[in-house]
Antibody
Framework: QLQLQESGPGLVKPSETLSLTCTVSGGSISSSSYYWGWIRQPPGKGLEWIGSIYYSGSTYYNPSLKSRVTISVDTSKNQFSLKLSSVTAADTAVYYC??????????????WGRGTLVTVSS | AIRMTQSPSSLSASTGDRVTITCRASQGISSYLAWYQQKPGKAPKLLIYAASTLQSGVPSRFSGSGSGTDFTLTISCLQSEDFATYYCQQYYSYPLTFGQGTRLEIK
């Protein structure tokens, strides 16, 4: 059974770079059927899509964050990663990794990690 | 970006009730719409995709309808485990966007 697990620091200082990794277990990240992505949720608020990556390295980013976001993939480790630069308190959120389909009718997120809370504070 | 607006923002209901949540898109999105359920401290769970297709394992009391700009999620007979927050998501175009959520509470 395929599972996703986020990992990374729970506390990041303002102006620094937030770095998270999502490990895919029970299946291959190199599947031609899926994109792998990041979604965040500030405490008590709604969901915001950050971006998605294909195993080949092809990416899509939310324009609202594009200037600060880099998503990369390491197929040898079955992992993909998120880097968000120049963070502020507004970037404090639970960060989820999730899977979506590549087919046009399957761009919804059918599998999610448990999420990890990242707090931006000095 | 396509804006998704849910109504109501919160809703109180009793076990056994039938409830409907609405999601409106700022422009037409055909049937490229998904619904999620989120319980406190948990990740969202996919309920419905393509506006009306039930995800495997989701109880049949959940149903979705609509196309274009107006969509609904209906729970036909509320169970205790259904009290949660519900989100819609459009996947017609990038950036992928979510509604602000509807919190379903016990009356």
């Amino acid at each position: 059974q395929l599972q996703l697990q986020e990992s990374g620091p729970g506390l990041v200082k303002p102006s620094e770079t937030l770095s998270l990794t999502c490990t895919v277990s029970g299946g291959s990240i190199s599947s031609s059927s899926y994109y792998w992505g990041w979604i965040r949720q500030p405490p008590g608020k709604g969901l915001e899509w950050i971006g998605s990556i294909y195993y080949s390295g092809s990416t899509y980013y939310n324009p609202s964050l594009k200037s600060r976001v880099t998503i990369s993939v390491d197929t040898s480790k079955n992992q993909f990663s998120l880097k968000l630069s120049s963070v502020t308190a507004a970037d404090t959120a639970v960060y989820y990794c999730a899977r979506r389909g590549t087919d046009r009718w399957h761009w919804y997120f059918d599998l999610w990690g448990r999420g990890t809370l990242v707090t931006v504070s000095s | 970006a396509i804006r998704m607006t849910q109504s109501p923002s919160s809703l109180s209901a009793s076990t056994g009730d039938r409830v409907t949540i609405t999601c409106r898109a700022s422009q037409g999105i055909s049937s490229y719409l998904a619904w999620y359920q989120q319980k406190p401290g948990k990740a969202p769970k996919l309920l419905i995709y393509a506006a009306s297709t039930l995800q495997s394992g989701v109880p049949s009391r959940f149903s979705g309808s609509g196309s274009g700009t107006d969509f609904t999620l209906t729970i036909s007979c509320l169970q205790s485990e259904d009290f949660a927050t519900y989100y819609c998501q459009q996947y017609y175009s990038y950036p992928l966007t979510f509604g602000q959520g509807t919190r379903l509470e016990i009356k």
